[in-house]
């Protein structure tokens, strides 16, 4: 096998030169695990813009920024907040300054190019397109407050469970095709396609992200852009500057982020392809992928920008129109079916709209522990405390007992639900029986007005409820347990899955379940 001829960047894909150690696009080195390489992250707590925004922890970091979790505090809602932080950049209290092979002015350019993404994505009004809900400079640098997408990305989804069944994943790729058409109709190119910019959320939908490398782009005629590519995903139009793009440019990425979905594999680059390297069909790779999908995967990946689909729309209208691929075989019998389970009980009206995986049981040591500041329900900044406790020990009329507790911060619009949650109302339709069988007809009278005024409270009580939830928050009642201790080890149980994780990192410790 011939040695390798380049070094794809850990970071940001691009081809050096085999020899190299640093990339030559980021920066990045291009040995070891990338993922020590980062450094320099505001610490969690940390405010900006006078307190309107606070940081959490770091959801992911590349070689041109670093995006953590944040809470945007006036709203009242957790949000993504993106910093721009070149690879090599250092940090001086608060103050980020680029690396020495960076000069002011090229910093400040590049800077200007960041918040140029944030201008580009507030045009869009997209469910498959992120939101952005504003922008600030501070700390000699820039930030972009973005909405806070939970989920994974295709390409990590893909890693987790190889090849995607052909319906799943041209469904992902027909949300992010209407988005592109959004995007086209604007004049401009997305430019960076791939499985990591595409954020599939855990309501199902497909968002794209990271608009960095958007540009305008004039129909019909040749223009010069950057050189910014994805081996891979990247056409050949892409490397070069004064020639032809258009839709057709994002096309070709839309096809190979499919081939690679559909196959578990990245496509063959456009250079080696030029250079001879054949592109085996999604089909060959994978045989339960359709022949109408693969040839309308093979027409998207065409060399020639004139053989290609010349819009998002006419890619999209091949996969629909596709028949679905014929089994392999005939399939065997269906076993026999065990009695259905009896219907699970109606979810409560009250009840916060998010998925619940929990408990997570932690244990860490330690005399003295570090919380997090934020709230243990619905992970926002906290203003309150709860005190959970546990009581060990017995004997004989309790003489060995011992209660410890600890104040687990908390807000106070989570500590107001749990307290209601701890008294509601109580009514008693059996008062209008009880009234009718002591005063006959009057005492039926007096007997329903107490069954409705109760009904009423009722009412009151669970509106109130409702209005206190946030969309974040995980329970009504408790979200966080002492489970006790032995010696100087303590056992938590929590319902947020981000307070726990938090949690157990500040403290070294360990998640149990």
């Not at 958007?214 to 994805?230: D, H, N, P």
């Amino acid at each position: 096998m011939a040695a390798a001829t380049v070094t794809l960047c850990p970071i940001c894909n691009a081809e050096n030169p085999a020899a190299a150690s640093s990339c030559g696009t980021c920066g990045a080195p291009l040995s070891g695990d990338p993922s020590s390489a980062f450094s320099g992250a505001l610490p969690p707590g940390t405010k900006l813009q006078g307190g309107v925004y606070s940081i959490g922890k770091v959801l992911g970091q590349g070689g041109f920024g670093i995006t953590y979790l944040g809470g945007d505090i006036r709203a009242r809602r957790a949000v993504a907040i993106k910093e721009f932080f070149p690879y090599g950049s250092t940090r001086r209290g608060a103050n980020v300054h680029p690396f020495g092979g960076l000069s002011a002015a090229d910093y400040a350019t590049t800077r200007t190019k960041f918040l140029d993404e944030a201008r580009i994505l507030a045009r869009f009004d997209h469910p498959s397109i992120v939101d952005v809900y504003g922008t600030f400079e501070e700390n000699n640098t820039a930030y972009m407050v973005m909405e806070l997408l939970r989920g994974k990305s295709l390409g990590r989804l893909v890693d987790e469970r190889g090849p995607l069944p052909e319906r799943e994943a041209v469904g992902y790729v027909e949300q992010v095709g209407e988005a592109l058409e959004v995007v086209h109709a604007t004049s401009l190119l997305h430019r960076d396609l791939k499985p990591d910019n595409i954020m599939l959320t855990d309501a199902g939908n497909a968002v794209l992200i990271d608009f960095g490398t958007a540009r305008t782009f004039a129909a019909g005629k040749t223009g010069r852009m950057t050189t910014m590519v994805t081996p891979g995903y990247a056409p050949l139009e892409q490397y070069g500057q004064s020639v032809r793009f258009g839709p057709f440019t994002d096309v070709y990425a839309l096809g190979a982020t499919l081939y690679h979905a559909l196959t578990g594999q990245m496509p063959a680059t456009a250079t080696d392809r030029a250079s001879g390297v054949e592109l085996a069909s999604p089909r060959k790779l994978n045989p339960a992928v359709s022949r109408g999908v693969d040839r309308a995967v093979m027409w998207a990946m065409k060399m020639r920008v004139d053989e290609r689909p010349q819009s998002v729309r006419a890619f999209v209208d091949a996969l629909r129109s596709a028949p679905p691929a014929a089994p392999e075989r005939e399939p065997l019998p269906a076993p026999p079916q065990p009695p259905p389970l009896p219907p699970a009980p109606a979810r409560p009206t009250w009840r916060p709209p998010v998925p619940y995986e929990g408990p997570y049981d932690v244990e860490v040591r330690g005399e003295e522990l570090r919380w997090p500041q934020r709230c243990a329900c619905c992970f926002q900044p906290s203003d309150a405390s709860l005190v959970v406790q546990h009581t060990a020990g017995g004997g004989l009329f309790g003489l060995f007992e011992e209660t410890r507790g600890w104040d687990v911060p908390y807000c106070s619009e989570c500590l107001e639900h749990l307290q209601l949650e701890e008294s509601p109302p109580r009514g008693n339709l059996g008062g209008a029986v009880a009234g009718a069988l002591i005063g006959g007809p009057i005492g039926l009278l007096v007997g329903l007005g107490t069954a409705a005024a109760s009904m009423l409270g009722a009412a009151q009580y669970q509106s109130k409820l409702e209005s206190l939830l946030k969309p974040t928050c995980v329970a009504v009642g408790p979200s966080v347990a002492y489970r006790g201790w032995y010696e100087d080890t303590h056992a938590f149980t929590f319902l947020n899955p981000d307070y726990a994780d938090a949690f157990r990192l500040q403290n070294a410790g360990t998640l149990v379940t």
